[in-house]
């Protein structure tokens, strides 16, 4: 079963408009969720996390939401770039299961000039 | 600092053929972890080491394969009796220690003709 979901496989928008990429979970034991940015040929590179004991925590342009009643997740990019074009995976880790990560299946952002 | 290595980049072998995929983690790190991404999908666990010891093992798909880190540093990936459906993408991650994040390497491109 897919117990992290990003059900958008694609998204784009215009540079300085926001971006907003959404994922949704099934398992409740999951409490710690992270958004890593992938490249064509690199491997994934982390971008922001959260804590299932905080809503929301903010890095530059950057800000993850979390609500946990929903088992819903958002990642904010604003304003986006050209330079944000990428796939985004959403993942969300246990840690009393050693963290490994459960991947959702990615949205690939393309931000537009 | 030095991230993630992965050798080699690329590998293409034969059905049937036997591999073995390298990782050097981030030095100090003591926990590693080698995930498997197919085209379109996220990456999937295989398994995680602390130490020199595999912790979880539990996404290995069959017992064609196998990982080590005798030394608790580098680890090696091996798969024997190679099939097409195991090409796609390993990556591999390493973490200092709990709560921390997972930083990955740039991969290893598996194709079996």
């Known amino acids: 079963d897919q117990q992290v979901k990003q059900n958008s496989p694609s998204l784009s928008v215009q540079e300085g408009r926001i971006s907003i990429l959404n994922c949704d979970y099934t398992?409740?034991?999951?409490?710690?969720f992270l958004w890593y940015k992938k490249y064509p040929a690199e491997g994934p590179t982390f971008l922001i996390s959260?804590?299932?004991?905080?809503d929301k925590n903010e890095d530059g342009r950057f800000t993850v939401f979390l609500n946990k009643s929903a088992k819903h997740l958002s990642l904010h990019i604003v304003p986006s770039q050209p330079g944000d074009s990428a796939v985004y995976f959403c993942?969300?880790?246990?840690?009393?299961?050693?963290?490994?990560?459960?991947f959702g299946e990615g949205t690939q952002l393309t931000v537009n000039p | 600092g030095a991230g993630v290595s992965q050798t080699p980049s690329n590998k293409v072998t034969e059905k049937g053929k036997y591999v073995e995929l390298r990782c050097d983690p981030i030095?100090?790190?003591?926990?590693l972890y080698w995930y498997r991404q197919s085209l379109g999908q996220g990456p999937e666990f295989l398994i995680y080491?602390?130490?020199?010891?595999?912790?979880?093992d539990s996404g290995l798909p069959n017992d064609r394969f196998f990982a080590v880190r005798p030394e608790g540093s580098v680890s090696t990936l091996k798969i024997q009796r190679t099939e097409r459906g195991d090409s796609a993408v390993y990556l591999c991650?390493?973490?200092?220690?709990?709560?921390?994040?997972?930083?990955f390497g740039p991969g290893t491109r598996l194709l079996v003709l």
């Open positions: 991650a390493s973490r200092q220690g709990p709560q921390e994040t997972q930083y």
């Open positions: 993942a969300a880790s246990q840690e009393t299961s050693g963290s490994r990560l459960t």
């Open positions: 030095s100090g790190h003591t926990a």
């Open positions: 959260i804590s299932s004991i905080k």
């Open positions: 080491f602390q130490g020199t010891g595999a912790a979880d």
């Open positions: 398992n409740s034991m999951f409490d710690y």
